[in-house]
């Protein structure tokens, strides 16, 4: 499984992006797919994940009622929309893979790590 994150960049505080992950290698549809994020000397969290079907999500508190996640199984992609970003949003977004079933939400679970994008939240 190969996974190519982007879709990072500089926005202003309140501002939105939205970041994409493909997904390459092995059928994208039997994946639970996540997103984690690293802020400098911090260590990585998790973010939000969806399931393979896309139809369950799980969120960090800190995601919850700014962060969309979702996935286009037909496209092999999957985005995490981000709104009202703050500055303490800045980090590496990465983008994640595993063929366990659930609310993955530890990184541990995961196997497959996309190379990250960075997103910095400032005026």
């Known amino acids: 499984v190969q996974l190519q994150a982007s879709g990072g960049g500089l926005v202003q505080p309140g501002g939105s992006l939205r970041l994409s992950c493909a997904f390459s290698?092995?059928?994208?549809?039997?994946?639970?797919m996540g997103w984690f994020r690293q802020a400098p000397g911090e260590k990585r969290l998790f973010v939000s994940s969806i399931s393979a079907s896309g139809g369950s999500t799980y969120y960090a508190e800190f995601a919850k009622g700014r962060f969309t996640i979702s996935r286009d199984n037909a496209k092999n992609t999957v985005y995490l929309e981000m709104n009202s970003l703050k500055a303490e949003d800045t980090a590496v977004y990465y983008c994640?893979?595993?063929?366990?079933?659930?609310?993955?939400?530890?990184?541990?679970?995961?196997?497959?790590w996309g190379q990250g994008t960075l997103v910095t939240v400032s005026s």
């Open positions: 994640a893979a595993t063929g366990l079933i659930g609310p993955r939400i530890r990184d541990e679970e995961y196997n497959t």
């Open positions: 290698g092995r059928t994208f549809s039997e994946y639970v």
